[in-house]
């Protein structure tokens, strides 16, 4: 790949490079971060040629936060690209120099007057408007830096804390802060069973996958879980919820107390414990059997979680919701919570999960913090089209959030952060590229970004540091509660820090 900044740029050095007969396409705008979106974009952008060009605006443009050789700079690290400028014109009028077959813009440029249309038709090129897809896999460039050969499978970037003002081994002194933090967790109970089982191959009377049971375990689960890290963070905790009287009813009330979380579990008759059998063999899960219901529980129970959660609101710093969309967290209930919190002037924060579920994260309003994965974002907003930035900017609306940070599985987080009064929207790659079990993330880096946040800690120092909680919580199987110990292990491990 080739980049053209101080000395300009040739239209016929671009036909050269590009070869004859081979289909050209151009992409502008700003890269101040190169996130997971733009990758998006310039990846549609190359499937559509087999040539691509981009332009990148003058520091003079609206809206740019870097200088131009640092963002030229990370687009030559994107192997797709193949010919990157600072474009000093408008370009509309780079375009009618060029003629390149494809132009692309985002997906929100759609419904707008674009400048470019014109000149593109004019010599009957396409303009394109998409957004990439929305399963779009991560290319390895990206991720390159985490698949190093080393003891550890974390590693930890350093643009990301450079670009943002701080230290990795800055992040040791939080830790202590969050001892005694008092935090309120409502939300719905899970237990997770793991059966490890060895492969046997297939049936011969049908087409049916053969195991044998070798180990058994279980662990505490949902909201249960997010209570647990947050206690094993050295929070003082008190755990609200719904169960079945049962066998797991029980076991999550030993796991709890094992966890040192206090807890009112209140019965209910007319649904089971929700309980998640998963069926491994060689590291990947073959089947899931839930045993569950999603009703919501009725207004007699809803009353006797307002009752409990009156009860703790004097002894509350920080309320975390975890919904898992199972009927613990009726509207009427959520809605009370929160206008409790606020007259008590308590920090709240959401998660709202739709794994084989619909969830609606927005419906939590006000929130200091929320956590959804790009599909729970879509599905709050309807919304199946927009760009990342865009889907991060309309969701802070929609809910009313101090910050937004989106979670995009192996691509890592995009975070649309309040930082002195504005909004700024930025990205971190995913910590640990080789998870064994990557059930458990969302809940570590909610938990631990929620009370850095609450002790006063800056949300790019906060969700760097659920990042690194989620790294740890990925690289073992099973919701296995956070530890103070070994945030602090990964934190002064210098073999886990990614070259730049």
């Not at 995009?408 to 975070?415: D, M, P, T, Y």
Request: charged fraction near 20%.
């Amino acid at each position: 790949m080739q980049s053209a900044n101080d000395q300009g740029h040739s239209i016929e050095a671009i036909r050269k490079l590009a070869g004859p007969d081979r289909r050209i396409a151009f992409v502008s705008g700003n890269f101040n971060v190169v996130h997971p979106g733009h990758l998006r974009i310039l990846k549609f952008a190359k499937e559509n040629a087999d040539f691509l060009v981009v332009g990148v605006t003058p520091d003079s443009t609206a809206g740019v936060s870097l200088p131009a050789t640092l963002r030229l700079e990370g687009l030559l690290a994107i192997s797709i690209v193949d010919y990157t400028f600072l474009l000093s014109e408008p370009p509309e009028e780079f375009i009618a120099r060029l003629k390149p077959e494809v132009v692309v813009k985002g997906k929100e440029y759609e419904a707008r007057v674009n400048s470019e249309q014109s000149t593109v038709e004019s010599y009957n090129g396409k303009l394109l408007f998409s957004s990439g897809e929305m399963r779009f896999a991560s290319f390895n460039l990206l991720q390159k830096e985490y698949y190093e050969a080393d003891l550890s499978m974390i590693r930890k970037p350093l643009d990301f804390p450079k670009r943002r003002g701080f230290l990795v081994p800055d992040l040791k002194a939080i830790l202590p802060k969050l001892a005694g933090l008092r935090v309120l967790v409502i939300g719905d109970l899970i237990v997770d069973t793991y059966l490890n089982c060895e492969p046997l191959g297939m049936s011969q009377e049908d087409p049916t996958i053969v195991v044998t049971p070798i180990d058994e375990k279980s662990f505490i689960g949902g909201a249960g879980i997010v209570a647990a890290h947050a206690a094993g963070l050295g929070g003082n905790v008190h755990f609200i919820t719904v169960a079945g009287k049962d066998e797991w009813m029980e076991f999550a009330e030993s796991a709890l107390q094992n966890s040192h979380v206090s807890f009112d579990i209140l019965l209910d008759s007319t649904r089971p414990t929700t309980h998640k059998k998963r069926f491994r063999a060689n590291g990947k899960t073959l089947l899931r059997v839930n045993n569950l219901r999603q009703h919501a529980i009725n207004s007699e129970l809803t009353e006797e979680m307002l009752n409990a959660v009156r009860l703790r609101l004097k002894q509350t710093d920080l309320i975390l919701f975890s919904d898992f969309n199972y009927g613990c967290l009726p509207q009427p209930l959520v809605d009370a919570v929160i206008d409790m919190a606020r007259e008590h002037e308590i920090m709240m924060a959401a998660d709202s999960q739709a794994s084989s579920q619909i969830s609606d994260i927005s419906r939590f309003k006000g929130m200091e913090l929320v956590t959804p994965t790009e599909r729970e974002a879509r599905l709050a907003l309807r919304d199946q089209e927009s760009g990342l930035v865009i889907l991060g900017e309309r969701l802070q609306l929609a809910a009313s959030a101090h910050n937004v940070i989106i979670t995009l599985g192996s691509e890592g987080l995009l975070i649309h952060g309040n930082h002195e009064g504005n909004f700024v929207t930025d990205r971190l790659p995913a910590f640990n590229s080789s998870p064994k079990d990557v059930a458990g993330a969302g809940d570590s880096l909610f938990t631990c970004t929620a009370m850095a946040r609450c002790v006063g800690v800056d949300i790019w120092q906060s969700v760097y540091l659920g990042a690194l909680a989620a790294g740890c919580q990925v690289s073992r199987v099973g919701n296995t509660p956070l530890s103070l110990e070994e945030l602090i292990t990964e934190i002064e491990d210098p073999a886990s820090y990614s070259t730049n």
